[in-house]
DNA sequence: GGCAAACGTGCAATAACATGCAGGCCCCTG
DNA sequence: CAGGGGCCTGCATGTTATTGCACGTTTGCC
């Protein structure tokens, strides 16, 4: 087995997998794992991988950060466009904190008239600088993990009111469990939101469909309308499609 | 498992929901949890990610409003250093929303306990990496052009509550005519906010001593504590010490 | 104020590591 | 063809990294 095989199939295996592990390869290329070593860490220095204690991984698995940003931020955007069609003018909107929900109030186009009531500190300074929209803040103790205002004020404050549409982001949603969160104050205030509102649009980054997380917020016939990066008849939404959800 | 895997997917997991449990991760990769914590710690130094009890925060997620800071000159800081120390531990603080107050909130020692009420979205965030001062954001409408909620909703809350201390940013001061500001329901909702507090104190950079505004917050004399960047025994101040003004 | 979960630390076992050395292979040269 | 040098490989050595467990402490919640 030459040297230069052995880089070959290695690159190979990266390619493949993404990663390799040195025992691995000792066991595949039939060679001591010395060898593989010392392989890995000339390709290392060459720049063609990145070595890492028990193996290697690929050089683009190594930074996957910025570009999984880059990528959810493409996909929240594109979410974002669909759940801003579905706010019409005049309609009374309640919103909550999610990045989605952020996106998606900063693309309303200024000639929209709407009330956005939010429990979500960022959303209103998000809409500061909105010509036509009344924001109304719901205030509460404030929830330092999540950034929005939650506990009994919000929830009570909430009873008194009808919104046309609540937009949610989500957390966990799967066919089994519905919509579920991870934190008890968030799980009570989006209930009593969902309970305010006429319509409840959520809106959902491919990647978190199927995910399932500690408590339950709802279930999932109690959504109206369900928003993802998704086309809207993608096999991916066959399961919430037979839910009679409205998907976007 | 390799661990650079591991911390990859950890930042996936954490992008996603913007938060883990040490205790999820351990049962998600098979690993025990000291080592879970091990490389929550790694990160965190790195910078990645925030730890928390129990789990990590996005780093994004959690301090977007970061630059705001930068705004603060050394005379705001100073007024809110002075500010800061009228915080003791355990008391009940009512702030408005100026960027001196903002300054002030974000150089509270993370060892002071106190509940801050708030009509400022930005204090808010301000304190949201605050370990232990609890934060109550005060909602109603949300005011453009001083990015704090206003409105009657504002005023009736503050009706029920008695605070030991409020902190006023400053539109003009003066000896004739007392606390004045530019905006109608601004001033409504500082009028409330005097009226429910023990103490009143105003934050003013030496400019803004002795110019007017359109109308009228309160008098002088309802002032309890006045804190500049001049000296408190500095003669432009002269004319405010003999209101009975404590100055800082 | 009490309790359970989460924490940090030290320790030990194991895996992975670097390094030196010896043997084997190839190629070159005499 | 014999010998030698360079390169690669495997093995042995000692070192470092990683991990799980045990312990006592801190933290957060009720």
């Known amino acids: 087995m030459l040297k230069k095989e052995r880089h070959a199939l290695i690159i190979k295996e990266i390619n493949l997998h993404n990663k390799v592990l040195s025992s691995d390869l000792a066991l595949q290329l039939n060679v ?64 909550g904190g999610g990045t989605t929900v952020l996106q998606m109030v900063g693309m309303l186009p200024p000639t929209r008239t709407a009330t956005i009531f939010t429990i979500s500190p960022l959303v209103a300074l998000q809409l500061a600088d ?46 089994g469990d519905g919509l579920t969160d991870s934190d008890l104050d ?16 959520i809106m959902c980054v491919a990647e978190k469909l199927n995910t399932v997380q500690r408590m339950r917020v709802c279930e999932l016939h109690q959504i109206d309308c369900l928003i993802t990066d998704l086309e809207p008849d993608d096999s991916a939404l066959n399961a919430y499609r037979r839910e009679n959800i409205q998907l976007y």
Chains 1, 2 share one sequence.
Not at 187 to 197: D, E, G, N, P, W
Request: proline share 2%; net charge positive; with cysteine.
């Open 32 to 95: 001591s794992e010395d060898t593989i070593r010392r392989d890995l860490n000339e390709m290392d220095e060459a720049g063609t991988i990145v070595k890492v204690h028990g193996g290697a991984l690929s050089r683009s698995y190594h930074y996957p950060f910025q570009q999984n940003d880059i990528y959810a931020g493409e996909a929240k955007k594109e979410i974002a466009k669909k759940g801003m069609d579905l706010i019409k003018d005049g309609m009374v909107v309640l919103t």
């Open 130 to 175: 909105h010509p036509l929209i009344t924001v109304i803040l719901i205030g509460g103790q404030f929830s330092k993990n999540s950034q929005v205002c939650v506990g009994t004020q919000v929830v009570s404050y909430l009873s008194e009111i009808r919104f046309d549409i609540c937009f949610l982001g989500t957390n966990g949603i799967s066919i």
């Open 186 to 201: 968030i799980v009570q205030v989006k209930k009593a939101m969902i309970k305010a509102s006429n319509k409840l649009a």
